[in-house]
């Protein structure tokens, strides 16, 4: 599985559309393989999703994050975790554990719903 969070000096990027940088975590059996940073250029919003697709990224973690970039992950099949803050090492560790807490809504207050991430794998429980 491929897990991509949106990257800044070690954190989760709080503005999915204008992430200059991705970190890519190549996971298996729960754990990292590798990790690599991606630069993004200047893509923005749905172009970014046309940019993990390309890379096979199968999860995205990040913080605020729009309608229209939501729906062209959804397009694209990458399942969402956002609102998620802190540490980009420690959130995939988290994902991988099934304990990343992420919202389901990270700029609409009034959808938004915490709760915690489960069975260890992104698909099906963030939001896609």
Do not use: W
Not at 10 to 39: L, P
Not at 96 to 110: E, K, Q
């Amino acid at each position: 599985m491929k897990i991509a969070v949106t990257y800044e000096n070690g954190q989760v990027f709080q503005h999915f559309g204008h992430t200059k940088e991705f970190k890519v975590y190549d996971c298996r059996d729960g754990r990292v393989e590798s990790a690599r940073v991606e630069n993004a250029g200047d893509s923005g919003h749905e172009a970014l999703a046309d940019f993990l697709k390309a890379l096979g990224v199968e999860a995205l973690i990040c913080g605020g994050i729009g309608a229209g970039a939501q729906n062209a992950l959804a397009m694209a099949g990458i399942a969402l975790c956002a609102g998620v803050t802190g540490d980009a090492d420690r959130a995939v560790e988290e994902l991988l554990a099934g304990t990343l807490r992420y919202s389901a809504g990270a700029n609409c207050d009034h959808h938004s719903h915490d709760h915690p991430h489960g069975e260890g794998s992104c698909g099906g429980h963030c939001h896609n």
